[in-house]
């Protein structure tokens, strides 16, 4: 039996192609909005910013339906970064966007109280506007930023900001650093 090389390279292009069209290959369903928050970051790391887009927008949607504030304003801020991230690929990067979202995770946090959302919400606005290149905005959002993180420590003194970035120690650290970039 003779095998028929064009077409088994077709059936293996074509496979491929439909592998590569599918966004979110290797991800099962599921409704936990959390859940899909991770994913998008996942759909991120691998370039697949439409579909992070989509996974976000659908825990901001069962969020809002379950009346969460808080996984409405990660949501949010997840967005912001979505679209801030997003300059180096040049896809859906949106600054403006991505200050909205931004802005809106913060109002959602301030509203609860949650003064390390807050700090995150505006280092991310700190950083979208730093891709703009507006010191002055950056430079004052770092510094409010901050100030939310010192306010949440002294309400908290054990509560934590998460450092994706390791080398940094900590958030004041991390903020230093990027003021050290952006505002001079």
Wanted: aromatic content about 14%.
């Amino acid at each position: 039996m003779r095998i028929n090389s064009k077409k088994y390279l077709f059936v293996f292009i074509l496979a491929i192609f439909i592998m590569n069209g599918c966004a979110a290959v290797g991800v099962i369903h599921t409704s936990n909005p959390w859940q899909k928050m991770r994913d998008a970051y996942q759909m991120m790391n691998y370039g697949r910013f439409l579909r992070a887009e989509q996974f976000l927008r659908e825990a901001e949607k069962i969020f809002e339906e379950k009346e969460n504030d808080h996984g409405i304003a990660e949501a949010y801020f997840s967005l912001g970064n979505m679209y801030k991230n997003n300059h180096e690929h040049n896809t859906l990067q949106d600054t403006k966007k991505s200050r909205e979202c931004f802005e809106h995770a913060h109002n959602l946090f301030r509203k609860n109280e949650n003064f390390i959302g807050v700090a995150k919400s505006l280092f991310g606005l700190a950083n979208a506007y730093g891709i703009e290149n507006n010191s002055l905005e950056s430079c004052s959002h770092y510094d409010e930023s901050l100030n939310a993180y010192y306010k949440a420590k002294k309400l908290n003194p054990s509560a934590i900001m998460p450092i994706m970035i390791k080398k940094y120690k900590d958030f004041p650290d991390m903020v230093e650093d990027y003021k050290n970039h952006f505002c001079k």
